[in-house]
């Protein structure tokens, strides 16, 4: 795990060179959850039951580190408060305008989030599997395996449901991006495999 996070930090300055300064950081749970996140900054959190339950390859390992490694460079949790706080202000301010009572405000509240706040979370995510994809082929790590980490999530039930009621893109979406990007990345895979 340690030895990934190492081999895609120095990727970031691609994206951003400031990031190449983060302190990023690798923190394991060990509990069965299958999930991972970042926090501003560079600090990830890998739950192992993620690993151990889909039996992740180095080159899986890679594709979930530079999904979140992307989220930290594109301040994905700054963008994600800021829009959600302006909506709710404006649900607010036109529900007082409107006269409207607290059961409508509520009803309204919940159209942002349909209309609003999941569509742009999908959105982040869509973009921080691109993103991810990059880095880890930057990084010499077999972008294909972002497909097979997907398919392996989709066995296990992740991405399941309407996707318009998900924070997260539908994994049969999800695996068809990634596979109509990975020959976009293939030669940045193959030029750092001849530099390892």
Excluded: C
Excluded at 105 to 113: D, F, P, V
Excluded at 180 to 187: E, G, I
């Amino acid at each position: 795990m340690y030895k990934v996070m190492q081999r895609l930090v120095p990727q970031v300055a691609t994206f951003r060179p400031d990031a190449a300064r983060w302190p990023w950081q690798l923190v394991l749970i060990n509990e069965d959850t299958v999930n991972a996140h970042v926090m501003a900054g560079g600090k990830i959190t890998f739950y192992t039951g993620l690993i151990r339950k889909l039996k992740l390859t180095d080159d899986e390992i890679a594709a979930v580190m530079g999904h979140e490694m992307a989220h930290a460079l594109r301040e994905h949790s700054r963008e994600k408060m800021s829009q959600s706080a302006a909506g709710d202000l404006a649900v607010s301010i036109g529900g007082a305008l409107l006269g409207l009572g607290s059961g409508a405000t509520q009803m309204a509240s919940m159209g942002k989030q349909l209309a609003l706040d999941l569509p742009f979370s999908r959105s982040m995510e869509s973009e921080a599997d691109l993103y991810g994809l990059e880095l880890a082929a930057r990084a010499g790590y077999d972008p294909r395996a972002a497909v097979t980490l997907w398919q392996k999530m989709a066995q296990l039930g992740g991405g399941g449901g309407p996707a318009f009621m998900s924070t997260h893109p539908a994994s049969a979406d999800r695996i068809a991006a990634l596979q109509a990007s990975v020959p976009r990345v293939m030669p940045l895979y193959e030029a750092a495999r001849v530099q390892r």
